[in-house]
């Protein structure tokens, strides 16, 4: 199975871009790599997912490494509610493997 | 179009209890999954049921069981219960699609307290 790495913590202050990055170098050629992020006292939320290019959402946008080892997540411009734990999850292997996550910590 | 809806949300039992949990999928949603999330250990995969059958099963001992009935509503039971079972227990479901490219929409969670 796909083991993933990211950083326990980051910060950032509001209403700048937030890069939070992920390696998975053990990912197979078919895992999608999803992101989700959970906020206090709620459950995970699909932030978006993608297999080999860059994808784009309202949310957020993700950076796929070409060869497929590590991938960014990109916050555009984060507010305070973007403060969450953001997991990266190979799929489908997301159901057997949820790391710790980043908790994103946005300063005002 | 209604989310995932978990019930109850909160609930304290006692050792040696027993606890149901459902959970109502989104319409159309036929994939239910159920993991446990604690401070120590995170959130971690308990079962999957599609069409009414589970489909995979997580490292849990066998007090933890669940099932899905005809309409994708899914229930999960834990007998026995020992204080480590206190925990948020999250349902999240899916579309059928392609293997990887399921999106699962998660519920608010049931958290369980064990006295």
């Known amino acids: 199975d796909a083991k993933t790495t990211q950083p326990n913590s980051m910060e950032s202050n509001e209403e700048e871009p937030v890069h939070l990055p992920c390696n998975h170098s053990?990912?197979?050629?078919?895992?999608?790599i999803h992101w989700y992020r959970q906020l206090p006292s709620q459950g995970p939320e699909y932030v978006i997912h993608?297999?080999?290019?860059?994808v784009n959402n309202r949310m957020a946008s993700l950076a796929i490494a070409e060869d497929r080892k590590s991938s960014t997540l990109i916050l555009h411009r984060a507010t305070l509610r973007d403060a969450a734990v953001y997991y990266c999850?190979?799929?489908?292997?997301?159901?057997?493997?949820w790391g710790a996550g980043t908790k994103l910590i946005i300063k005002p | 179009k209604a989310g995932v809806t978990q019930t109850p949300r909160y609930l304290i039992k006692t050792r040696g209890q027993q606890v149901t949990l459902s959970c109502s999928p989104i319409?159309?949603?036929?994939?239910v999954s159920w993991y446990q999330q604690t401070p120590g250990q995170g959130l971690q995969f308990l079962f999957e049921?599609?069409?009414?059958?589970?489909?995979n099963k997580g490292n849990f001992p066998g007090r933890f069981s669940g099932r899905q009935f005809s309409n994708s509503r899914s229930e999960m039971n834990v007998s026995t219960l020992e204080l480590g079972d206190s925990a948020l227990y999250l349902c999240?479901?899916?579309?059928?699609?392609?293997?990887?490219?399921?999106?699962?929409?998660f519920g608010a969670g049931s958290r369980l307290t064990v006295l």
């Open positions: 049921y599609f069409s009414e059958t589970q489909r």
């Open positions: 999240a479901s899916s579309l059928p699609q392609a293997s990887g490219a399921n999106v699962l929409t």
């Open positions: 993608g297999l080999t290019s860059n």
């Open positions: 053990t990912i197979s050629g078919t895992d999608y």
């Open positions: 319409s159309g949603h036929r994939s």
């Open positions: 999850i190979p799929a489908p292997n997301y159901q057997l493997i």
